[in-house]
């Protein structure tokens, strides 16, 4: 019999979103419903009114206490934090605490990143600690698409903040998932001390759990029994899915194929990597391919990593914002490097500027941009911002998360593309990534080709790749339902007389730009935010607004904020004078019939009059 579950736009506070992401029996989880179960990552935390927003940001107990998990880069998960202080008590000193990262070369950018924010500290009291397997086996190459090593930095406890600030605005830290399978091993002597490991060292020899001996074709998805297997081989049994770990390098590729645009098709793997390119919705730019697709463990860190090769191959010069941005986009430009020239409001005289300070001599590493921005959802005059690249020699970093790659084809105008696919790629909200991409006919492609390719490594976990392949298989009608969602709630706000300005990019004042890189049969895209009158009736409308309610976007299900109390709470003036209002409401459009959804706004329009 089927376990009861509650509705999503019930979820309390603090609690996941989706609702019920807990370790839990595999007979358990056979009886809940798959549609609201995750398994170890929750990517957004419920905030269901204005009240509980605010209180979040101002560090109200009430709120604070209830939190059991929040936005990975935000809200370090539970997992991880003991994970972290296992760690610590074996290895630590008295005073310290340890972050976790999944490579050293990672963990000393952290390490640096302290020395710039607290050069008083010495070595001894911000150090790395590498923990490999103490199997030689599962340290070769046979055993690198799982790569269950960790990097531990560790650093005083009242320095806590500095660690904070690099896990969230570089996206590097490791994945609860990783973290889980990793405490495992740590848990029973079988990840160790990479000093204590010599290069002929075979005494030790780890088995590891049984998902990960048993060799498999990496072209075949394979079905798991009872009798041979145990209950954590395959993800089927912990998620309803039939899929051994040892395909993730498959699954990465499937992946990098539905990014590119030349897999669309809503099959299994073991299929998927056999069709056909689907030159019908692939990125029209010639000689391109899923070899210029690289995956990162989250979309933040795909913006961090652009921002690294930018500086690494033109030197250590600024770098532009262009446009109202995601506040880490601006904060990475800021924090890593000399610095930004931050266009706020994305207008054209900001480019008029921009063209002014290049004609007098001024260099730039890169220019980044969002398509269309987010909150306001205006698109920046690509075309224009190409062609002073192209001059001037800069890079053009352009983040299409919201507008995504099946509305909008914004490769030629660009050096390199980035996205986060814990968005509406995956959809599900219970698996981080994000992806990067090198368009091939820019100038600049040769020497970022191969920058980057010595630089880049692989940190998306075997299992959240997975994850994430499972989700995006239906990417193309889930994109389609959405687009028609969103127009339908964007008519109902702009009817109402209360409402002051709906943004979306069909209403915008830059629809031109936007039509100019849409697709053929492309939509407008499921995020639109909107603004009122006054702040009782923004609150009124909100807390009356019967959604699911937290942070992030491009869920399967409408996902509400206040997008402006809860990303910039402590700049609220800064962003008043770009024009975004503190009282914005933004709305992340699902899935759910149209008719119901339109409903369920129009009752909370009607709430403000009562």
């Not at 962003?575 to 759910?592: I, K, Q």
């Amino acid at each position: 019999m089927a376990l009861a579950v509650e509705p999503l736009n019930q979820v309390d506070v603090g609690e996941s979103i989706p609702p019920l992401t807990v370790h839990v029996s595999q007979q358990t989880m056979l009886d809940l419903l798959k549609h609201y179960l995750t398994v170890f990552e929750a990517v957004s935390v419920s905030l269901p009114t204005w009240r509980a927003n605010v209180g979040y940001e101002e560090g109200e107990e009430w709120v604070l206490s209830k939190m059991k998990t929040g936005y990975p880069r935000f809200f370090i998960h539970k997992s991880i934090q003991v994970f972290a202080a296992a760690i610590a008590d074996k290895y630590g000193k008295e005073g310290e605490q340890a972050i976790l990262f999944p490579s050293h070369a990672i963990a000393s950018r952290c390490s640096d990143f302290f020395k710039k924010l607290a050069p008083e500290l010495n070595e001894q009291q911000v150090r790395i600690l590498d923990l490999l397997p103490a199997s030689a086996k599962e340290r070769s190459e046979e055993y690198s698409i799982i790569s269950p090593k960790i990097s531990a930095v560790f650093f005083p406890m009242d320095k806590f903040s500095i660690a904070k600030q690099y896990w969230q605005h570089s996206g590097d830290g490791v994945s609860s998932r990783r973290a889980e399978y990793c405490h495992n091993l740590f848990s029973k002597g079988l990840l160790v001390d990479a000093s204590t490991i010599t290069s002929d060292d075979t005494s030790r020899f780890c088995k590891g759990p049984r998902r990960y001996q048993r060799k498999t074709s990496m072209d075949i998805t394979t079905n798991a029994t009872s009798d041979d297997q145990d209950s954590t081989q395959f993800v089927e049994q912990r998620f309803g899915r039939n899929l051994d770990l040892s395909m993730a390098r498959n699954a990465k590729l499937a992946c990098r194929r539905r990014i590119a645009g030349h897999l669309t098709a809503d099959v299994e793997l073991s299929d998927a990597l056999r069709l056909e390119k689907d030159l019908t919705r692939t990125r029209h730019v010639a000689d391109f391919s899923e070899d210029d697709v690289y995956l990162f463990p989250c979309g933040m860190n795909s913006i961090f990593n652009s921002h690294r090769i930018a500086m690494a191959l033109k030197g250590p010069l600024r770098s532009v914002v262009y446009g109202f941005p995601y506040i880490d986009t601006l904060k990475v430009v800021e924090k890593f490097g000399p610095g930004c020239q931050f266009y706020g409001f994305g207008s054209t005289e900001e480019l008029d500027d921009l063209q002014k300070r290049l004609e007098g001599g001024e260099r730039f590493a890169a220019l980044f941009t969002e398509f269309p921005g987010n909150p306001l959802l205006k698109s920046p005059d690509l075309e224009r911002i190409r062609s002073l690249a192209d001059k001037y020699d800069f890079l053009v970093v352009v983040d299409e998360t919201v507008g995504n790659f099946l509305n909008v084809n914004v490769l030629p105008y660009a050096d390199i593309v980035v996205s986060s696919l814990t968005k509406v790629f995956s959809g599900d909200s219970n698996v981080m990534g994000g992806s990067a991409i090198l368009n091939p006919k820019a100038r600049s492609y040769g020497p970022l080709k191969r920058t980057w390719d010595s630089d880049y490594e692989d940190h998306h976990w075997a299992e959240d790749s997975i994850f994430l392949e499972r989700n995006s298989r239906d990417f193309v009608s889930r994109i389609e339902r959405i687009n028609a969602n969103a127009e339908a709630i964007c008519d109902v706000l702009r009817a109402h007389p209360r409402v002051k300005q709906v943004n979306y990019p069909k209403y915008s004042p830059t629809r031109a730009l936007y039509d100019k890189c849409r697709n053929p049969g492309g939509g407008y895209g499921g995020l639109l935010s909107a603004t009122f009158y006054s702040k009782p009736d923004a609150v009124a409308f909100f807390d009356n607004l019967d959604t699911v309610k937290g942070p992030s976007l491009g869920t399967n299900f409408t996902l509400s904020s206040p997008y402006v109390i809860l990303a910039h709470y402590n700049e609220l003036e800064w962003c008043e004078s770009y024009g975004v209002e503190t009282d914005l409401v933004r709305f992340s459009v699902g899935l759910e019939e149209t008719n119901q959804l339109v409903g369920t706004f129009q009752r909370a329009l009607d709430a403000i009059s009562k």
